[in-house]
Structure formats: structure tokens, C-alpha cells
């Protein structure tokens, strides 16, 4: 199971950090990535960590602003976004894939388990 939290209606330039809580499988073998769905559009990868943590991938979008990171004793996966701008507004879902990636991958379709979501609003 992947619960994430942290979404929040915030104004452009702002931060938020979006957590990821994982139980009922071993985070310690499982890439995980964070997603993103805004209205009308596909689903897209944001970020995504490697089961160790050593290494990640970003979109374009977001490189330099966003930073994942992950706490495999705590089960806890983070993403902590900088420099909102409206167009990053979306619902933000984490999602687990097993297996290390040197290149974590950032298609929807590879990822096995999914959270529920989590609401990102960036407006003035």
C-alpha cells in the first residue's frame, strides 16, 4: 500500500513536500517514482528513485526545482517541490516498481502498485 499526503493549495513560487508512506512490501527492492495527472492530460513522470537511493530521474520540467528522496527504514519516499509554477498544479501519485535501475524509469506503464494521490494546486 502507498498512501501519499502532503498536497496543499499553494501560490507560485511557494514549496511543498509531498511524502509517500509504504507498507505491506519491502521498499528496500523497489524503485519508486512520483507521478503527476492534471485535467485532461496523461499521466507523466515527475521523479523517480532508485531502490537504494543512488540515483534518479527527473523530467525536464522539474529538474532543479524538485528533489526526490527516500528513507528505506522508515518507509517513507519524499518530494520536495521548489519554485511551484501553475502548470506543476496536478494530482501527484507515488507508485513502486520492483527492482535497482541505474536509470529509474519514468513510464506509468512500468510501475506495478499505485497510491490514491494527492491534490497540488498552484494559484495566486
Known amino acids: 500500500q502507498l498512501v501519499e499526503s502532503g498536497g496543499d493549495l499553494v501560490q507560485p513560487g511557494g514549496s511543498l513536500r509531498l511524502s509517500c508512506a509504504v507498507s505491506g512490501f519491502p521498499l528496500d527492492y523497489y524503485t519508486i517514482g512520483w507521478f503527476r495527472q492534471a485535467p485532461g492530460k496523461e499521466r507523466e513522470g515527475v521523479a523517480c528513485i532508485s531502490a537504494h537511493g543512488a540515483n534518479a530521474n527527473y523530467a525536464d520540467s522539474v529538474k532543479g526545482r524538485f528533489t526526490i528522496s527516500r528513507d528505506n527504514a522508515k518507509k517513507t519516499v519524499n518530494l520536495q517541490m521548489n519554485s511551484l509554477k501553475p502548470e506543476d498544479t496536478a494530482v501527484y501519485y507515488c507508485?513502486?516498481?520492483?527492482?535497482?535501475?541505474?536509470?529509474?524509469?519514468?513510464?506509468?506503464?512500468?510501475?506495478?502498485?499505485w497510491g490514491q494521490g494527492t491534490q497540488v494546486t498552484v494559484s495566486s
Open positions: 507508485a513502486a516498481k520492483w527492482g535497482d535501475y541505474i536509470v529509474p524509469p519514468r513510464q506509468t506503464t512500468s510501475y506495478e502498485y
